[in-house]
């Protein structure tokens, strides 16, 4: 598989979005996981990090779930291109800046994907849209036995699994769910949510990990520690602090309605309009007006068919996807119009919204 | 002085001396021109320690610096600059400082969640192996056969056991 071909892919993101990916739109668990007796890539020096992404990818290759792949060293990659993988997901911003001798593979339906030598030998990770972490721990737990049949990985009994960074000891695992919360944004409910969250021992951040901001009204919800707990606990844990979170923004969305329904309906209404009509249009308000168009469809303005419409174009309005869809590389400004132009197509046949059905009443 | 006081965040030579007391405990900062201004430490309206006092935690004796991993040459003061580790054996090189630290960043200091089974018997196999060898070597050159013959017969058991699939 090329680089070419799975770009042209849809991703795993942009589609199967039914109605249990109302809230949330994707589950993510990484696993890391380093070989015995080596250093860590951050130390180690380029003949042994060569030697380590071979061993490394020849062992990925070889197991079930990466039959079919995209395995390619970073150093191959262009931009553009690690900005799109970016923007799925698919690898980090820090291996995109890594040095010579790191690598991902990367399974055919882009489900799975694993980094090379980025802080740890191998991070792997399975990303699954809608609300998945069971299903997502099953895959990467397989994922991972079936690497031990030929890979030592460097382990402690008292430490666990041993990384690169002390904060990711013992399971090496982080398990994420990103969540759409508008009407939480809306009530200014997030910092409380947020506080809350943190105490319960889980981290919030916006749509692209640490330090990105939470346009769209998308947040990444994940576990902070990992050492003292089994995997089975931390994903329990999550799991129940995800559904507290899903109830709380259900709740804020009907008390908007119940408080004043034209407010709202006026937001989604406008935010239709500009799609329809804007010629400038920069990534953060983008995303903040297809996710009101969003929550217009689970309050029942549009029908249910189009959020997957509205998922694959809060990638598209992606600079990298953006970029490449226009083939060719383009400054911030010239962004602006063409992700503008982009959206009033998109937006020119859309089902106009239909307020009429919608219970405004207290049940 | 023959050896000048470096700064706690970079290699250079340390111009600001710092010293805060934290609930009860002295912490003491070297500096650079260059690190503090950039830390903010020169307007102390504007200055948190926190950042600095994490790092500088990691260091409770002046002469931690000198901690080295015999494995890979990562010393104490690479991991202060960089909050990672060299390689696996950095974790028993500088456990002393490590320990206190996990304390505060995890939900306990035990590890209980999955362990890699296949990895483990496969390292335990070879272990044996190894021994067994050295026994059988042993037991040859002082003469005594039957020793001899039951171990040979063992490590034939051992890789066979070895050469079975690992349990899925």
Known sequence: MTIASLIATPSELTDAASNKTAIVLMTRIRLARNLAGRPFPGWATPAQRAKIAETCSAAVAATVPLKRNLSVSVSELGELEKQILVERHLISRELSGSKQGSAVIISKDQTVSVMVNEEDHLRIQVLRAGFQLKKSWNIINGLDTSLEASLDFAFSPTLGYLTACPTNLGTGMRASAMMHLPALVIASQMEKVVRAVNQLGMVVRGLFGEGSDASGSIFQISNQTTLGESEEAILKRLTSVLQSIIEHELNAREKLLEADAGKLFDKVGRAFGILQNSHLLNSSEAMNLLSLIRLGIDLGAFPDANRSTIDRLFIEAQPGHLQHAQKGEFDPGQRDLLRAAHLRSEFANFVHPDFSPINCEKN | ?168
């Open chain 2, 1 to 168: 002085m023959a050896n000048p006081l470096k700064c706690d965040l970079c290699d250079k030579p340390a111009t600001v001396h710092l010293t805060q007391i934290v609930s009860s405990k002295v912490h003491k900062v070297d500096l650079c021109e260059a690190c503090a201004q950039a830390k903010g430490v020169t307007d102390p309206s504007g200055f948190s320690l926190s950042d600095l006092l994490l790092k500088a935690s990691l260091n409770p004796e002046p002469s931690g610096g000198a901690l080295r991993c015999e494995s890979c040459g990562y010393t104490q003061l690479d991991f202060k600059k960089h909050g990672r580790f060299g390689c696996a054996a950095c974790y028993d090189t500088f456990k002393g400082m490590l320990d206190p630290m996990l304390d505060g960043m995890h939900k306990g200091i035990t590890h209980s969640g999955k362990v890699p089974q296949t990895a483990l018997a496969r390292k335990f196999l070879h272990e044996k192996l190894t021994k067994l060898e050295l026994d059988l070597t042993d037991a040859i050159k002082s003469e005594r056969f039957e020793e001899a013959a039951r171990t040979r017969d063992e490590i034939s058991q051992v890789k066979q056991a070895a050469n079975q699939p690992p349990p899925r």
